[in-house]
């Protein structure tokens, strides 16, 4: 089966930066996109970054110019890096991952358990 896992998240102080990682294993045809999400105490689950396949990137208006997406397709990996860490930062960070796990198979999202990120004043 498809796992992801996380890892790389911690406390910090304000200012502070840290880098999030997700590996993909098992049989996976193809993945389409990666993307991390977040989800602060008591609020909804929001989308953070996005990388396709392709290389393109995109980012929540919040996290424009401090977090950076990237991927390593050899290992199925992708990071997210948070630069200039706030407080409003502080969430449980998901990965996620859209693949299509068998040839001729619809597409799916798979989840990592997450990794909380907190953000000291």
């Known amino acids: 089966q498809v796992q992801l896992v996380e890892s790389g998240g911690g406390l910090v102080q304000a200012g502070g930066s840290l880098r999030l990682s997700c590996a993909a294993s098992g049989s996976i045809f193809s993945i389409h996109a990666m993307r991390w999400y977040r989800q602060p105490p008591g609020k909804q689950r929001e989308l953070v970054a996005v990388?396709?396949?392709?290389?393109?990137?995109n980012y929540a208006d919040s996290v424009k110019g401090r977090f950076t997406i990237s991927r390593d397709n050899a290992k199925n990996t992708v990071y997210l890096q948070m630069n200039s860490l706030k407080p409003e930062d502080t969430a449980v960070y998901y990965c996620?991952?859209?693949?299509?796990?068998?040839?001729?198979?619809?597409?799916?999202?798979?989840w990592g358990q997450g990794t909380q990120v907190t953000v000291s004043s």
């Open positions: 996620n991952a859209d693949c299509t796990v068998v040839a001729g198979w619809r597409r799916s999202n798979y």
């Open positions: 990388i396709t396949s392709g290389g393109s990137t």
